[in-house]
């Protein structure tokens, strides 16, 4: 008999698991054409003795070549090299062209998506950066998450999950949100009036292509959140800005607007405005509903960053108090969990909530199902709360930190309002310093810094503020990057 | 001391891990004013001794009540319950409000979103199902996604993927997809080429918008898959008609159509055309190229099915042979893997898909970048060879098994043809048969048969031919749906 175990190689370091790569191993040897159609393979116990490993390893090697028809059992005798082994691979039925071939244009016009406020994603190189603010995602609970999958795999509901689902979204998200929704915010709706999305980013896209026509005004902050303003023009929005101060939003400027134009909708962030980070007080709040009714226009409260408070409780969302359905409530998990894992939600009456469903299985037709289910069990069994709460003191730990340390290390150089939660510091930089230059001097030193342009919606003469994440910093990488940043300046 | 072990319980039977019951349980004691602020805890040696578990155990417990803030070491004392007690949740500024307080409509008006195709989700009741053809859930290979899952856990790599990642999808996706294509379709193309969607749905939706005006051409078989007409018409576009024979679509209607009429693209699934079941012959692809070239459209190839093949080997795709850039190709591994694994792809010149990788960052911004990494491993590593290979087998198996017993036990009641792949059958009722009784009586035997009324989008005087899946059926299933079909008949 051939000696067949000089020609398996096995690795016990290698990721893949030993029985796959006997199973892999056979399968070479029979491609080589060294073990022909029909040949017997030893028995189990024999190749488990030969290659000095448990022969259950063996069984589930040779399961494998079973499975994939490249050995056949033939009852009493053992297991033989297939007579008839699988086809290997189609063949190209053209000789194989070089990648350069492929035609680098299309043949017929593409529509132009053009957009000012397009960035590509470009990958980090330097080793510290500071972010326009994102949660830390060494901080992220893959753990539970995997722990979540990991019960898929062992219950019979795998299938379920597994098959076509709900364009709304999975139902125990949409119950456990609901009760999440009314525990956390006094927001006091029932499933039928939520819509899980992609993040809060396909919420704004379901939003403006029901409710904006071509030329249809919408307001938004100035400065404000580019990446939600870019939503609203490609759906063909006129973009009107009202100034920003240390109330949130300007509603008397809201006002004078509606009474000149008819708006169609308006876009606020109710804590934290991106980027000044400035909450909109209780009166303004009360304002806005009420010039909503008045002149009968849509809100669009973006409430990402209400579960990030470090100073103060936060204020219930407009949704909570509107008795006319003008609030679309948007919020997500992206800076709970991770930015990457995508899940967020809109609130709203049913008939938009009906209207956006219809939409968004045209668009996608559903979401990650997994991942919504296993985001409502870490609902349910109180992961997300006990992550809140732990993230939000190490979050509130660092703001500090960075405030003190740049009060203390730049004083003179930059001036900023301690934000009372979020992810960020709005600050403004001294007369005479250049957050371009600084960004360039830091980018020397390892250090990526903001440089101030993406702000403003309207060209400004000069930039001086700058909007800096701390939460993705831990107390070691805090003390560095001031260090940088009072070297760059 | 407080008999604090009295007041504990733990179930070592429940999913919750014992030492956050320990957490939870000592919280809720605070909650409820039994402990109070101040109060010395048990040291953890105590607490093990008087609830027999390990000593572990109780650390793990108090440094969640560390970390919850819910209590505070004191250096050479012990852990006390914290004089400042967490806030236990933001309190309603208004009483509590039933939730059909909420409104029932939006107080604006919201644009119609209609579909005549929309068919909403139905979970289902009946036991036996019959579906228009989907793979098998039990044989999704879960465990290997979850293995790619636990991988992230354990490396530093898991940072990278948890942040904001590229709306192109992921890197090591498109690298293994660009190597995957050549292999298995001859289709030579550059990462760069590649936009990972949202299944292929994402991939019609982003094509729609950005190639169809209002009133523009496009067109589809008939019967053929309403789901991709549905997002046609969503963007404006005017369906045009071709029948479909046993070679697939009628080119030489297209021809005919193309003469008399701009035409702006060209819908077509290469592999078992849905729901007929047909391959476009080699002839008709060359002859569409040809009249795209001539005639200056797109042709949108749904390549769905192109990875499941029984009983020859698949035609290379149209894209493959393309030279002046007229087709976009769609493929997706929700067939492959589960079909709520919204993982796609478009192959297209990159002046096409950087417009596309556009849209796309204004739609939902990306992918999921964990589930993308997991693929382009199970890639990589062989994982979606050795499964294709494996479900193949099976799916061939039950095809054979499903058409020898329709032919044996409803010989006279239905014709059809063996499909060569994929996961279903196109059968013909005879005469007096209607789809639609046979439905209804099959569902009260418990199974849910297709009624025959979805497949044409002219609506026919009478329907008599069912799209009847087999993939998702195992042996004892098919033996059973097909005595049930006899029963109805």
Request: aromatic share 8%; charged share 25%.
């Amino acid at each position: 008999m051939l000696p067949i175990q000089n020609l398996l190689q096995i690795d016990k370091t290698l990721p893949v698991p030993v029985y796959l790569q006997i199973a892999n191993g056979i399968v070479s040897i029979i491609k080589q054409g060294i073990l022909r159609p029909g040949t017997l393979l030893p028995s189990s116990r024999k190749l488990a003795e030969l290659l000095k490993i448990h022969r259950k390893t063996v069984i589930a090697a040779y399961d494998e070549l079973l499975a994939q028809s490249w050995a056949e059992t033939v009852p009493r005798k053992g297991l033989y090299v297939s007579q008839c082994l699988p086809e290997i691979r189609p063949r190209a039925i053209l000789p194989i062209k070089l990648v350069i071939d492929y035609p680098a244009t299309t043949g017929f016009e593409v529509a132009e998506k053009k957009s000012s406020y397009y960035i590509p994603y470009i990958a980090r190189k330097e080793r510290l950066s500071i972010n326009e603010g994102f949660p830390d995602t060494r901080l992220a609970p893959v753990d539970l998450l995997i722990r979540e999958y990991r019960r898929f795999a062992n219950y019979k509901f795998t299938s379920k999950f597994l098959a076509y689902g709900p364009s709304q979204g999975s139902e125990n998200l949409r119950n456990e949100l609901s009760r999440f929704l009314s525990d956390t915010r006094g927001l006091h709706v029932s499933p039928a009036n939520i819509l899980i999305t992609k993040g809060a980013q396909m919420a704004f896209y379901l939003v403006s292509q029901l409710l904006l026509k071509n030329g249809d005004r919408v307001v938004v902050g100035d400065p404000g959140y580019l990446g939600a303003s870019e939503v609203f023009e490609n759906a063909g929005a006129d973009l009107h800005f009202v100034p920003v101060d240390e109330n949130g939003i300007d509603t008397e400027a809201v006002e004078a607007l509606c009474k000149r134009k008819k708006i169609r909708l308006l876009y606020v962030i109710p804590h934290h405005h991106n980027p000044t980070t400035v909450t909109l007080s209780s009166v303004r709040r009360m304002h806005l509903l009420e010039l909503a009714r008045k002149y009968q226009f849509a809100i669009l409260e973006d409430d990402y960053d209400y579960d990030f408070q470090y100073s103060s409780s936060p204020i219930l969302p407009l949704a909570s108090v509107d008795h006319s359905g003008q609030v679309i409530y948007v919020g997500s998990f992206c800076k709970i969990i991770a930015p990457a894992v995508r899940v967020g939600f809109m609130v709203a009456p049913e008939n938009l909530i009906n209207q956006a469903t219809r939409l968004r299985k045209i668009v996608d037709r559903q979401g990650e199902q997994l991942l919504e289910e296993a985001i409502a069990n870490m609902l349910k069994n109180g992961d997300i709360t006990r992550h809140l709460k732990k993230t939000n003191k190490i979050y509130h730990e660092r703001r500090d930190l960075m405030c003190d340390l740049l009060e203390e290390k730049l004083s003179g150089k930059l001036t900023f309002k301690r934000p009372q939660g979020g992810f960020a510091i709005w600050a403004s930089y001294a007369a005479g310093i250049s957050p371009a230059l600084v960004a360039e001097k830091a980018r020397q030193l390892g250090l990526l810094v903001p440089s101030g342009e993406k702000y403003y919606h309207e060209k400004q003469k000069r930039y001086d503020e700058v909007r800096m994440g701390f939460a993705s910093l831990d107390e070691k990488e805090i003390r560095e990057v001031v260090e940088i940043l009072k070297r760059s300046m």
